[in-house]
Nanobody, 126 residues
Framework: QLQLVESGGGLVQPGGSLRLSCAAS????????IGWFRQAPGKGREGVSCISSRGGTTSYVDSVKGRFTISRDNATNTVYLQMNSLKPEDTGVYYCAADLLLLRLCTLAHSEYDYWGQGTQVTVSS
């Protein structure tokens, strides 16, 4: 089965850091673009960051630029989201998603992705 599993979420204070992981099984992750998405309480799903299959192209939503870094280690079939200088508005459930994108190297549009993890909760609060 194609499977993505997120981990690394938790409760942190504003200004703190978390490193999220997305581990894939059942398929070769290096063939897929990966996106990170989040859903805050009462809000829709928002694209946070994405990375192309080879890792050469990355994108970030404006609100996290300079604070978050997406990376991938295709040798271990894992994608990471390093989150620094966290703010309360970063709170939400974070999901990773994968797709064999043909028209773009990566995208922050959640409708483009076929395979999704179950999410990991990130709470930023003092």
């Amino acid at each position: 089965q194609l499977q993505l599993v997120e981990s690394g979420g938790g409760l942190v204070q504003p200004g703190g850091s978390l490193r999220l992981s997305c581990a894939a099984s059942g398929f070769t992750l290096d063939s897929y673009a990966i996106g990170w998405f989040r859903q805050a309480p009462g809000k829709g799903r928002e694209g946070v960051s994405c990375i192309s299959s080879r890792g050469g192209t990355t994108s970030y939503v404006d609100s996290v630029k300079g604070r978050f870094t997406i990376s991938r280690d295709n040798a271990t079939n894992t994608v990471y989201l390093q989150m620094n200088s966290l703010k309360p508005e970063d709170t939400g459930v974070y999901y990773c998603a994968a797709d064999l994108l043909l028209l773009r190297l990566c995208t922050l549009a959640h409708s483009e992705y076929d395979y999704w993890g179950q999410g990991t909760q990130v709470t930023v609060s003092s």
